[in-house]
């Protein structure tokens, strides 16, 4: 199959590499669009946000309206969002509450319910082929007294600069071996089986997909010199001061709308007083639905 990522197809990945940088955000207001409703976008709100992630696989949102995790589902739906990856934290609808847990054993052991930071990493990148995250909506309902920043990268942007720089470490990220993920288990046995795969691949229908974890523990990279220096490019990019990267702090009613972009999060305090705080999270299998753009 022929297209921009595949390697032996120069012509249409210099066609989309330009059509891509002229196209790109990078000042994050630009990212921002102000809605009323999330339950019911008017056209413009709809088209505003749609084009931002044609452009740049995300956008945040900003809404005066508290929002509930029925009406994060509802905003989901409205750009083709149906199926939800209801992993084993999340709620009945399948939508997971991120907040500080120190007294829940079971998501204490979890990163993402205490404060400490987490590293760079795309959503689900344990899941197997079959559950892959394509999309996500992180909401913030409350925000932390101190700290709690986001950065983000487009991971087209990364293949992109990451191609420039060197094709070999393309073919590296793409080999079908490149990044285990060790089984994890509890005390019933294996929990989940490890997981080998690509870092980056192509769905059927050329859609780019990015698995990637900065984690150093509990990951096993393909034991070769292309994949080790493939991988440090990467580690270089994602610490470079590169315009592509976009840092922000979601306030109370901002969201974030994505193709599951490359992220990472601060350490943050939340006030003993306050509200703790508290995003809800919401991801897909399927890719947000975008009109079709010539590649």
């Not at 609808?93 to 319910?113: E, F, H, M, N």
Request: aromatic letters at 6%; glycine letters at 4%.
């Amino acid at each position: 199959m022929s297209g921009p990522f595949e390697l032996d197809d120069s012509e249409a990945y210099q066609r989309w590499r330009d059509a891509k940088l002229v196209r790109a955000i990078t000042d994050i207001h630009q990212l921002v669009v102000e809605i009323d409703d999330p339950t019911a976008l008017t056209a413009a709100e709809h088209a505003a946000l749609r084009d931002r992630c044609q452009r740049s696989n995300m956008a945040i949102y900003a809404t005066r309206r508290a929002m509930s995790e029925p009406d994060i589902k509802a905003l989901g739906t409205q750009f083709g969002l149906q199926r939800l990856d209801a992993n084993w934290l999340a709620d009945d609808l399948g939508i997971t509450r991120i907040t500080v847990c120190s007294k829940d054993g079971q998501r204490q052991a979890y990163i993402p319910y205490t404060n400490r930071p987490i590293k760079w990493h795309t959503d689900g990148y344990y899941n197997p082929p079959e559950r892959q995250i394509r999309a996500m909506v992180l909401h913030c309902a409350h925000d932390a007294a101190q700290g709690g920043e986001n950065r983000l990268l487009d991971h087209e942007i990364a293949y992109l600069l990451l191609r420039e720089a060197d094709p070999e470490h393309i073919c590296a990220l793409s080999a079908p071996d490149a990044m285990t993920i060790p089984e994890r288990t509890d005390e019933h046995g294996v929990a989940r089986p490890a997981q080998t795969g690509p870092v980056f691949s192509v769905d059927d229908a050329g859609h780019l997909h990015m698995r990637y974890t900065a984690r150093t523990r509990s990951i096993e990279w393909k034991d070769d010199d292309a994949t080790r220096a493939a991988v440090k490019a990467l580690e270089h990019l994602l610490e470079s001061d590169s315009p592509h990267i976009f840092r922000t702090r979601l306030s109370p009613g901002m969201g974030l709308l994505c193709n599951n972009v490359l992220h990472d999060r601060a350490a943050f305090t939340d006030a003993p007083t306050a509200h703790q705080r508290l995003l809800y999270r919401a991801r897909y299998l399927e890719r947000i639905t975008l009109p079709q753009t010539a590649r």
